[in-house]
């Protein structure tokens, strides 16, 4: 199956900006469709931005013109821009992604969580 692992997050000031990648990892994979979660404490995960299989992009409305979502298909990566960031936007980010992966014989659909990366938004 695919492994996704989170790398990019950190601490920053408010009106800074990040840049989360996700490497995605495995034999026999064709990823549909990607996107960032993130939770802060006490609050449920919510979706942040998407790509659909591989073409539309949709975004939370908390995010909208500050973040950007994009993947590099050759690097089997996905990228997070966040931009203009404020301390609300503080929380663990989620890579997740939904995709067909193969034993060499046949193909079966799932979809795989990574670790998550902390992202810190404070003065």
């Known amino acids: 199956q695919v492994q996704l692992v989170e790398s990019g997050g950190g601490l920053v000031q408010p009106g800074g900006s990040l840049r989360l990648s996700c490497a995605a990892s495995?034999?026999?994979?064709?990823?549909?469709?990607v996107g960032w979660y993130r939770q802060a404490p006490g609050r449920e995960r919510e979706l942040v931005a998407s790509i659909i299989r591989g073409a539309s992009t949709q975004y939370a409305d908390s995010v909208k013109g500050r973040f950007t979502i994009s993947r590099d298909n050759a690097k089997n990566t996905i990228y997070l821009q966040m931009n203009s960031l404020e301390p609300e936007d503080t929380a663990v980010y989620y890579c997740?992604?939904?995709?067909?992966?193969?034993?060499?014989?046949?193909?079966?659909?799932?979809?795989?969580w990574g670790q998550g990366t902390q992202v810190t938004v404070s003065s």
């Open positions: 997740h992604a939904d995709y067909a992966y193969s034993n060499g014989i046949y193909w079966s659909n799932s979809d795989s």
């Open positions: 495995g034999s026999i994979f064709r990823i549909n469709t």
